[in-house]
């Protein structure tokens, strides 16, 4: 126990692991569509720490930072077009709460 | 030591981001992660992803966040999830496990290290992936550009109610399923 908890990689192991806790746990509560966009950078920063940390215990961490830093400008287009949508929700329905925006019944 | 007080206070600040009722809260929540990220980064031996991480998640999108507040207004919150909390905690806690169970201990590699400059593996051997990424900044301006559109969007086009008075009466009268105020045998449309 003391060897695994010595070692660095498993300590950004467990921030990678805490990370998606965090996200998936946001993304199951939370109602409000601009928050929504939050929550995925969240759960977005687990992967690119996670992708270069894989580079690191892979013995290449160059690869690790390429497929990172596209995984970070996807990740920015994203919560572009997830806030634009938001923000016309908003000034459409007066709110961005999914489940009063809802229109499908049944 | 410093890598265990990183991750921790990474990992509250996300959990912050969710107890936020305040959406400018939940921003500055968010900008710490991401900035707290960025230090893991660097210190795992990433600087170039780190500054990028530093630059475009704590500022960048920061700004984004701001900038939308600053259209919609500020939205207080409804706590109430739609997912009962405690099928959401042992989601998670299943979600976790597993995960850790793969991964984890994580070894150094017994491989040869990899001497391949940043430049080089971005530029020559994931080339494809600037080209999507500059793709995908395209697309990201089309999408500023609906973030910045005034106009609303009208989904389908309501009849506009014709007014009119009768003559002799104050009170409006409903003529074909509208509202009609008919004075001096003319009929005013209202704007």
Same mark, same amino acid.
Not at chain 1, 7 to 36: C, D, E, Q, S, W
Not at chain 2, 114 to 143: C, N
């Given at each position: 126990? +003391?060897?695994?908890?010595?070692?660095?990689? @498993?300590?950004?192991?467990?921030?990678?692991?805490?990370?998606?806790?965090?996200?998936?746990?946001?993304?199951?509560?939370?109602? @409000?569509?601009?928050?929504?966009?939050?929550?995925?950078?969240?759960?977005?920063?687990?992967?690119?720490?996670?992708?270069?940390?894989?580079?690191?215990?892979?013995? @290449?961490? @160059?690869?690790?930072?390429?497929?990172? +830093?596209?995984?970070?400008?996807?990740?920015?287009?994203?919560?572009?077009?997830?806030?634009?949508?938001?923000?016309?929700?908003?000034?459409?329905?007066?709110? +961005?709460?999914?489940?009063?925006?809802?229109?499908?019944?049944? | 030591?410093?890598?265990? =007080?990183? #991750?921790?206070?990474?990992?509250?600040?996300?959990?912050?981001?969710?107890?936020?009722?305040?959406?400018? =809260?939940?921003?500055?929540?968010?900008?710490?992660?991401?900035?707290?990220?960025?230090?893991? !980064?660097?210190?795992?031996?990433?600087?170039?992803?780190?500054?990028?991480?530093?630059?475009?998640?704590?500022?960048?999108?920061?700004?984004?966040?701001?900038?939308?507040?600053?259209? #919609?207004?500020?939205?207080?919150?409804? $706590?109430?999830?739609?997912?009962?909390?405690?099928? #959401?905690?042992?989601? *998670?806690?299943?979600?976790?496990?597993?995960?850790?169970?793969? *991964?984890?201990? !994580?070894?150094? &590699?017994?491989?040869?290290?990899?001497?391949? $400059?940043?430049?080089?593996?971005?530029? /020559?051997?994931?080339?494809? /992936?600037?080209?999507?990424?500059?793709?995908?900044?395209? &697309?990201?301006?089309?999408? !500023?550009?609906?973030?910045?559109?005034?106009?609303?969007?009208?989904?389908?086009?309501?009849?506009?109610?014709?007014?009119?008075?009768?003559?002799? &009466?104050?009170? $409006?009268?409903?003529? /074909?399923?509208?509202?009609?105020?008919?004075? %001096?045998?003319?009929? #005013?449309?209202? %704007?």
């Amino acid at each position: 126990m +003391a060897a695994f908890l010595q070692n660095p990689l @498993n300590v950004f192991a467990l921030g990678v692991l805490g990370l998606l806790g965090m996200g998936i746990y946001g993304l199951l509560i939370t109602r @409000n569509m601009i928050k929504m966009v939050a929550v995925l950078q969240i759960l977005v920063k687990s992967a690119v720490l996670a992708l270069v940390l894989a580079g690191k215990a892979g013995g @290449n961490i @160059n690869l690790g930072q390429s497929l990172a +830093a596209t995984v970070i400008v996807s990740d920015t287009i994203v919560a572009v077009i997830g806030l634009a949508l938001g923000v016309q929700i908003q000034r459409r329905f007066g709110t +961005a709460d999914l489940k009063e925006i809802a229109t499908l019944k049944g | 030591m410093l890598d265990w =007080l990183l #991750v921790i206070a990474a990992v509250v600040c996300a959990y912050q981001v969710m107890r936020a009722q305040r959406l400018i =809260l939940a921003t500055l929540w968010l900008a710490s992660t991401s900035a707290l990220v960025a230090t893991l !980064l660097y210190r795992l031996g990433a600087p170039e992803v780190a500054v990028m991480e530093l630059s475009v998640g704590a500022g960048l999108v920061t700004v984004l966040f701001v900038f939308a507040f600053s259209i #919609v207004g500020e939205v207080t919150l409804d $706590p109430r999830g739609i997912v009962p909390r405690p099928l #959401v905690w042992a989601m *998670i806690l299943a979600i976790i496990l597993l995960m850790g169970w793969f *991964i984890l201990p !994580l070894t150094n &590699s017994q491989n040869p290290v990899v001497k391949v $400059p940043f430049s080089t593996m971005l530029w /020559d051997q994931r080339g494809l /992936d600037v080209l999507a990424q500059i793709v995908l900044i395209f &697309s990201g301006a089309i999408g !500023l550009l609906g973030l910045l559109a005034e106009r609303e969007i009208v989904v389908g086009r309501k009849p506009r109610p014709t007014v009119a008075l009768t003559s002799g &009466s104050s009170q $409006p009268e409903v003529l /074909d399923g509208r509202w009609q105020i008919t004075a %001096n045998e003319t009929s #005013v449309e209202e %704007n």
